[in-house]
């Protein structure tokens, strides 16, 4: 089985928010379900030097997160109807036939993925849009970006050509679930955990 994963590079990302919008056309999503969000990590202050000259050490960056389709997934060990399972190719999915809205996946996913649709009554969430991988084609988040920050393929691969960084602020540190992700920091990025900054837009994820 070769896994997947995706590739973010946010020295490019600009946080236009094309991947989130191509992904809610595409899945035909409504207003309250994100399966790509795109989280704005800010924080700095200013400061007085030894001359009495203030200076400010502002930053912000974006983060274009959807699920990793993870080694390691958490929403997976708690469902428990077994809807929430990793296929035979690797993806995470959702079988939204035997899910049953209790909503334990998305409680436990430290990435948000897990998504409630109220009209379905069930868990919906990012499948790395499985029917296009199986036609040669690319996720439609990473051929809609502008700035191609993003990108898909095998994770040997993506590792093998941008190294192993998997996580940054606002994220949580990759061992918890051992995302399928490779991150390509920017010279603002904070590590996971960092408490310096915060998160600049909770309403829009």
């Given at each position: ?49 030894n001359n009495g000259c203030w200076n400010q050490d502002v930053f912000t960056y974006y983060m274009s997160i959807s699920c ?23 993806f995470v999915i959702v079988d939204e036939q035997k899910c049953i809205g209790c909503r334990y996946c998305s409680m436990a ?33 990473v051929e809609a970006c502008p700035l191609r920050a993003l990108d898909f393929a095998p994770i040997d691969e993506l590792r ?46």
């Amino acid at each position: 089985m070769e896994q997947y994963g995706f590739y973010f590079d946010s020295e490019r990302c600009t946080g236009c928010k094309t991947c989130e919008l191509a992904c809610k056309d595409y899945k035909d999503l409504g207003t309250d379900v994100n399966f790509r969000r795109i989280y704005e990590y800010a924080g700095g202050n200013w400061v007085q030097d030894n001359n009495g000259c203030w200076n400010q050490d502002v930053f912000t960056y974006y983060m274009s997160i959807s699920c990793n389709h993870c080694s390691d997934p958490a929403c997976t060990k708690v469902c428990p109807s077994g809807a929430m399972h990793k296929n035979e190719d690797g993806f995470v999915i959702v079988d939204e036939q035997k899910c049953i809205g209790c909503r334990y996946c998305s409680m436990a996913c430290p990435y948000d993925a897990p998504q409630f649709n109220v009209k379905k009554g069930h868990m919906t969430k990012c499948d790395g849009c499985y029917s296009r991988i199986k036609e040669g084609y690319k996720p439609i988040c990473v051929e809609a970006c502008p700035l191609r920050a993003l990108d898909f393929a095998p994770i040997d691969e993506l590792r093998a050509k941008y190294g192993n960084q998997a996580s940054i602020a606002p994220l949580p540190p990759s061992d918890f679930t051992k995302p399928n992700l490779v991150v390509n920091s920017n010279k603002n990025a904070r590590p996971s955990g960092d408490t310096t900054g915060f998160l600049a837009n909770p309403r829009e994820v």
